[in-house]
């Protein structure tokens, strides 16, 4: 048992590089964040990994204490468990997809996301025309459905082959290594040809579908009327759907509350995160996507926080916030979610609770420095506050100051931080 409750505050993407004079979180206004720093303890962690520019789900499936070199198969069929599509495990293949604009004519990628332009009303009536969608080749079919704005899954399935989830990505901004996406630092703005990463028969024609798909998303979304509305107003078209992080089958994990001996839950926005906490065996709360009204959002996280926090030991809360602007390389928006998150979450959530009786951890579980408009691999700030936990001389949450001066000390990798933090709560 746990002396006191805790609220696990993941803040996607928050982070910069270690290197950089000012940051998004030393520029941000955030009293109430630092007001957590200057009374806990703090530290910094390497996700994944030293040298790994981890994707979300890699480094969420780490921080929450599973190794995912050791224990993932990949981020397609965690998205799809977190948005309800089904596939038969080692018969059809799963990928995490994008919608994004390409120039039909040269393969030449505009924007990997359709300039964040797409409405998820949108993507779900393209989704609707690729799905069920047939290959002509090797009795080939695909599934396809939209999540959230350009965000899709997609599965792949063969009638009368075997197919392989070794097989590389069509979004050339992640390479695929075993059964983790990482981030390219440099890489040429076109659709990429899948291409096999076995010598199997099974992942050849695997590459060959997922080619002959690319194929033909663009033949069918260039002409789709949603796309022509959308050039009739000035619009990127959504044209091409690229595709990553393929896998066959679930991970088989002992679930997070044996491994940890405390009950979790889970409040998510996204489906791969929601994914996650379901096959982890979290009581899984998934919030609807982020809004413009920021005060209501996270009134409505807040809410379900708290709620949450009556039935379990654990709560983890994970806000998407900070990591589409660095995304976007937009400083000025990057700090502002920041802000958002401290005045409209964590203030509220400091008025509604008893720190001596529940604990808050804050962390992220990537940089993505709006400088780079990636992930990198920096290591991430990591925040104890509540219960017995005695300060240290952080006094703001900001990268370089966690990283020399946090009692914490600095982790190599995510999934030593909660082995960590519990057994400071317990002793």
Same mark, same amino acid.
């Given at each position: 048992?746990?002396?006191?409750?805790?609220?696990?505050?993941?803040?996607?993407?928050?982070?910069?590089?270690?290197?950089?004079?000012?940051?998004?979180?030393?520029?941000?206004?955030?009293?109430?964040?630092?007001?957590?720093?200057?009374?806990?303890?703090?530290?910094?962690?390497?996700?994944?990994?030293?040298?790994?520019?981890?994707?979300?789900?890699?480094?969420?499936?780490?921080?929450?204490?599973?190794?995912?070199?050791?224990?993932?198969?990949?981020?397609?069929?965690?998205?799809?468990?977190?948005?309800?599509?089904?596939?038969?495990?080692?018969?059809?293949?799963?990928?995490?997809?994008?919608?994004?604009?390409?120039?039909?004519?040269?393969?030449?990628?505009?924007?990997?996301?359709?300039?964040?332009?797409?409405? %998820?009303?949108?993507?779900?009536?393209?989704?609707?025309?690729?799905?069920?969608?047939?290959?002509?080749?090797?009795?080939?079919?695909?599934?396809?459905?939209?999540?959230?704005?350009?965000?899709?899954?997609?599965?792949?399935?063969?009638?009368?082959?075997?197919?392989?989830?070794?097989?590389?990505?069509?979004?050339?901004?992640?390479?695929?290594?075993?059964? #983790?996406?990482?981030?390219?630092?440099?890489?040429?703005?076109?659709?990429?040809?899948?291409?096999?990463?076995?010598?199997?028969?099974?992942?050849?024609?695997?590459?060959?579908? =997922?080619?002959?798909?690319?194929?033909?998303? #663009?033949?069918?979304?260039?002409?789709?009327?949603?796309?022509?509305?959308?050039?009739?107003?000035?619009?990127?078209?959504?044209?091409?759907?690229?595709?990553?992080?393929?896998?066959?089958?679930?991970?088989?994990?002992?679930?997070?509350?044996?491994?940890?001996?405390?009950?979790?839950?889970?409040?998510?926005?996204?489906?791969?995160?929601?994914?996650?906490?379901?096959?982890?065996?979290?009581?899984?709360?998934?919030?609807?996507?982020? %809004?413009?009204?920021?005060?209501?959002?996270?009134?409505?996280?807040?809410?379900?926080?708290?709620?949450?926090?009556?039935?379990?030991?654990?709560?983890?809360?994970?806000?998407?916030?900070?990591?589409?602007?660095?995304?976007?390389?937009?400083?000025?928006?990057?700090?502002?979610?920041?802000?958002?998150?401290?005045?409209?979450? =964590?203030?509220?959530?400091?008025?509604?609770?008893?720190?001596?009786?529940?604990?808050?951890?804050?962390?992220?579980?990537?940089?993505?420095?709006?400088?780079?408009?990636?992930?990198?691999?920096?290591?991430?700030?990591?925040?104890? =506050?509540?219960?017995?936990?005695?300060?240290?001389? =952080?006094?703001?949450?900001?990268?370089?100051?966690?990283?020399?001066?946090?009692?914490?000390?600095?982790?190599?990798?995510?999934?030593?931080?909660?082995?960590?933090?519990?057994?400071?709560?317990?002793?």
């Amino acid at each position: 048992m746990l002396a006191v409750k805790l609220i696990y505050l993941v803040l996607d993407g928050v982070a910069d590089r270690l290197s950089d004079r000012e940051t998004s979180l030393s520029m941000a206004r955030k009293p109430f964040l630092d007001l957590l720093a200057r009374g806990g303890a703090c530290g910094a962690v390497y996700t994944v990994g030293r040298g790994v520019a981890p994707e979300s789900d890699a480094a969420v499936m780490s921080i929450l204490g599973y190794d995912p070199h050791e224990s993932y198969t990949g981020r397609g069929p965690i998205e799809a468990v977190g948005a309800g599509v089904s596939f038969a495990e080692g018969r059809e293949v799963a990928f995490r997809a994008n919608f994004a604009t390409v120039d039909p004519g040269s393969g030449r990628l505009i924007d990997r996301r359709v300039g964040r332009s797409l409405s %998820t009303e949108e993507a779900r009536e393209l989704a609707e025309a690729l799905d069920g969608l047939r290959l002509g080749v090797y009795g080939g079919y695909v599934k396809v459905k939209a999540t959230v704005g350009h965000r899709a899954v997609v599965v792949i399935g063969s009638e009368t082959m075997s197919l392989s989830d070794e097989v590389d990505n069509t979004d050339p901004a992640y390479r695929k290594v075993g059964t #983790i996406s990482v981030a390219e630092k440099v890489f040429q703005p076109y659709v990429k040809k899948s291409t096999p990463l076995s010598p199997e028969q099974s992942a050849r024609v695997t590459a060959e579908l =997922v080619n002959e798909f690319t194929r033909k998303s #663009i033949e069918i979304l260039d002409k789709h009327p949603v796309n022509k509305a959308r050039e009739g107003r000035g619009l990127l078209k959504a044209n091409v759907i690229l595709v990553r992080d393929a896998g066959s089958r679930l991970p088989k994990l002992p679930p997070i509350s044996k491994l940890f001996n405390a009950s979790f839950g889970s409040i998510t926005e996204m489906p791969v995160e929601n994914g996650i906490a379901k096959i982890l065996g979290m009581r899984a709360v998934e919030m609807p996507p982020p %809004t413009e009204d920021k005060a209501s959002d996270y009134s409505m996280r807040l809410d379900a926080t708290l709620k949450l926090l009556k039935e379990v030991d654990v709560v983890y809360v994970h806000l998407k916030g900070p990591d589409e602007p660095g995304h976007d390389g937009d400083l000025k928006g990057k700090i502002k979610a920041i802000e958002d998150i401290d005045k409209f979450y =964590v203030k509220e959530l400091l008025s509604s609770i008893d720190l001596r009786e529940i604990a808050i951890l804050v962390t992220a579980d990537h940089a993505t420095p709006p400088a780079v408009r990636a992930h990198t691999d920096d290591p991430v700030p990591l925040l104890l =506050v509540g219960g017995e936990v005695i300060p240290d001389k =952080v006094l703001r949450l900001e990268e370089r100051a966690c990283y020399e001066l946090g009692s914490i000390g600095v982790l190599s990798h995510g999934w030593e931080i909660l082995p960590k933090i519990l057994g400071m709560m317990r002793s």
